[in-house]
């Protein structure tokens, strides 16, 4: 048993920890703001672009992932423009599993932190522009304070289901070992090749790990209703 923990590779775990990471920072920096909108919007297209921001929910991983292999390939418009003017190639490689990674998670981001926002009293927010508070101080000061379950389901659970990618990041990034070799790739590879310890190993870990995250997230939401609850 310790030799096998002694040649344990955990370099796709750290890869699959660094992508999750990085990829909850750049949702959470925008959809905060996109969930503000779509939370706030009476516009009449509305109903589109939630359901533009929730397709990856519906949408099989290894078709989203083909779309996004395309639109990002050399071939592409985009994919030529940073292969061009940043010498980026966007495809099999991790810049493009970030990229993958931040489409796919979009929804778990934004329906959370909207519905969050959507459940704020409206008495709230009027008192705060009355005030002659602007509507970004009133989001940040008002209601990002006031929606904390909210916020923290959104980023655990954009963090874990990064961690559990398969399809798009194989599709994307294929199985590159320190590049884009992540724990859920190195799972289905170590199976194809019968390394059932292994995989057994990596499994385990992975299960460990959303539960953990799983738990927090009851918890926090747990805490934070009895503390709502006490004060009223």
């Known amino acids: 048993m310790f030799e096998i923990v002694k040649n344990f590779d955990f370099s796709p775990f750290v890869l699959s920890f660094k992508l999750a990471g990085m990829t909850t920072a750049i949702l959470f920096s925008f959809g905060i703001f996109l969930a503000w909108y ?51 190639k966007m495809v099999f490689n991790f810049t493009g599993l970030v990229v993958a990674s931040c489409l796919y998670s979009m929804p778990f981001m934004v329906q959370p932190l909207q519905s969050g926002f959507e459940a704020l009293p409206k008495n709230m927010l009027e008192a705060s522009y009355i005030a002659g508070k602007s509507k970004f101080v009133t989001l ?44 859920s790739v190195a799972i289905y590879e170590m199976v194809e090749i019968m390394d059932y310890t292994t995989a057994h190993i990596y499994s385990g870990i992975m299960v460990t790990i959303s539960f953990c995250v799983l738990l927090s997230v009851y918890l926090f939401n747990r805490k934070q209703n009895h503390r709502i609850g006490g004060l009223s």
């Open 38 to 88: 779509l939370s706030q919007t009476k516009s009449k297209m509305k109903p589109i672009f939630e359901a533009i921001t929730a397709l990856p929910i519906v949408l099989p991983p290894s078709v989203l992932g083909f779309y996004i292999l395309f639109a990002l390939s050399q071939n592409s418009p985009i994919g030529a423009f940073f292969n061009e003017y940043f010498g980026i």
């Open 140 to 183: 940040f000061k008002v209601a990002l304070p006031n929606i904390k379950p909210s916020l923290m389901t959104a980023i655990v659970i954009t963090f874990a289901h990064t961690v559990g990618e398969f399809g798009v990041v194989l599709m994307v990034g294929g199985s590159i070992p320190n590049e884009t070799k992540v724990a």
